[in-house]
């Protein structure tokens, strides 16, 4: 491995042997879902909205998200979708495009767009490592700050807990420090925002909050990026047992050949 990206160290914390099969072995027997073919959907509207102003047509969203369907059942052929939830997501997803660039405009008022889904392949310092990664949006504003955002699709939003979750937020903290040192940018001029696209939401359907990435908060990310590092090159890939069945249900390697 020559690069690490803020996924696998993710994951890397959550189980280092499963990091090993995913990574490592190349097993990943995730091929994909509903919610991912969402997401990669609205990702690509927002890359468009920003970038043009406006959709070519108004099933953009629509078609993209057929097509990320199309691809993920090519890769797995006995996926079976559920049907009302895809429905329900193509309703909602084309419902939820008019509402992202007004919250643009209304949280950041004038902004100049830097760069959109720019592709980070950086030095990690005293390591033979890049840290690699894609940065949603970057905009200026005028007083001379640089805002890194970085899109996330849910159903009703975030928690307060969720939106302080130190893992989470590492994401952020690991683009400004990474991004600011591609460009040679002071840190204290780079902000770090999540924008929440909510599928399911009734108000307040795309919501942008600041994450704090200070000096401190970026020491302890590149602390855990550097420990996980040095634990990939050693090859101690220990498993997780608490892992097995974490938050968002049981471990697709659990019990198989692969994580017995």
Known sequence: MTHISYSELKEWTV??????????????EFKGNEHTAFGTSMHTVCEHLVSDGKLESTDFFDKEFVKNLSTIKEKDPNIVFKKDLVEQMRVQGVALIKHVLPALR??????ELISIEEKLYTPIADQEFNFKGFVDLVVKTSDGKYHVVDWKTCSWGWDSRKKNDKMITYQLTLYKHFWSKKHNVDPKDV???????KRTAKHHQVELFKVTSG????????????KAIYNIQKANFIKNKLACYGRYGTCEYYKTTHCP
């Open 191 to 197: 902000i770090t925002h999540f924008a929440l696209l």
């Open 215 to 226: 000096q401190k908060k970026t020491q302890n990310a590149l602390k855990l990026l550097n």
């Open 106 to 111: 209304s949280y950041f008022r004038k902004f």
């Open 15 to 28: 189980c280092p042997w499963k990091h090993k099969l995913n990574y490592i072995d190349r097993i990943n």
